[in-house]
């Protein structure tokens, strides 16, 4: 069983790092662009603490999270939407972010055990609904990191994004349109300490191997698989490395391989 306290005390840690990398940083900089088309820093700090805003709706008033969906304008302008809805200067958006996902954190902590929580079509157990909110602090920080020139270290918390990758296999296929393959993939990692990380059944005949980081940044769309030590095994680890996505939602834009000339 997951221990959804300690889940929420690494949801934390991946926040303040993110927020301790923002919040010295000059006005000017917050309008620096990221590698999300027309997303500058402040727009990433923006998106999570509007998604934070609605997943605490989520948690705590249903009503409200459906009104919220069917009340867009635009479907396809959601997520950018709620980003712009969310800009502020930037004083103001750390206070609205830092108080919307300590009221997020609390909200899931007080979930009633096996409650599923409404999102966007799908339902998530509270502790799905952390590992979520913290692959998307940690891929949106990428985001930030990269806008600044900064690389930074990765933690064991990463663990947390290589399962939510692992299991969201099939809904990567989905997502763009392809069959959910019944053969099962194995997943070994290394870990940022050096240590081994496995998913799926040890006598799986397609098999995916390299560093955690790499699996990291692939299943979040934030590197291309030609610029990642990721090896894949048969044809359905193959295919999954061209589809995989962690996140809800239509496929994202990927990345163009380093040295196309293609920014996307």
């Known amino acids: 069983m997951v221990d ?23 006005p000017d900089a917050w309008a620096r662009p990221t590698p999300a088309p027309g997303w500058s820093v402040a727009h990433q700090i923006a998106h999570l603490a509007w998604t934070d805003h609605v997943a605490h709706l989520a948690a705590t008033d249903a009503a409200a999270f459906f009104a919220s969906v069917t009340a867009a304008p635009d479907p396809s302008r959601l997520v950018d939407d709620g980003a712009e809805s969310f800009l502020a200067p930037p004083a103001a958006l750390l206070a609205r972010w830092r108080a919307g996902r300590a009221a997020l ?8 055990a096996g409650e599923k929580l409404p999102w966007y079509g799908t339902r998530m157990s ?50 763009h349109g392809r069959a959910v393959p019944a053969a099962p993939v194995r997943i070994e990692l290394v870990g940022p300490d050096g240590d081994d990380w496995a998913f799926g059944p040890v006598d799986a005949a397609d098999r995916v191997t390299g560093p955690a980081l790499d699996f990291c940044l692939l299943v979040t769309q934030r590197r291309h698989r ?6 894949a095994t048969g044809p359905v680890a193959d295919e999954w490395l061209d589809v995989a996505q962690a996140f809800a939602g239509p496929p994202g834009g990927k990345r163009a391989a380093a040295g196309s000339g293609v920014l996307r």
């Open 126 to 175: 509270p502790a799905s609904m952390a590992t979520a909110r913290l692959m998307e602090t940690w891929a949106h920080g990428e985001d930030v990191a990269d806008a600044l020139g900064v690389r930074r270290t990765p933690t064991a918390r990463l663990r947390h994004v290589a399962h939510l990758g692992f299991r969201t296999l099939g809904h990567g296929f989905a997502a």
């Open 4 to 26: 959804l306290t300690a889940l929420l005390a690494d949801l934390a840690a991946e926040s303040e790092q993110l927020d301790a990398l923002v919040a010295p940083l000059p």
């Open 226 to 231: 030609a610029d990642l030590a990721l090896v």
């Open 105 to 112: 954190a609390a909200a899931l902590a007080a979930a009633p």
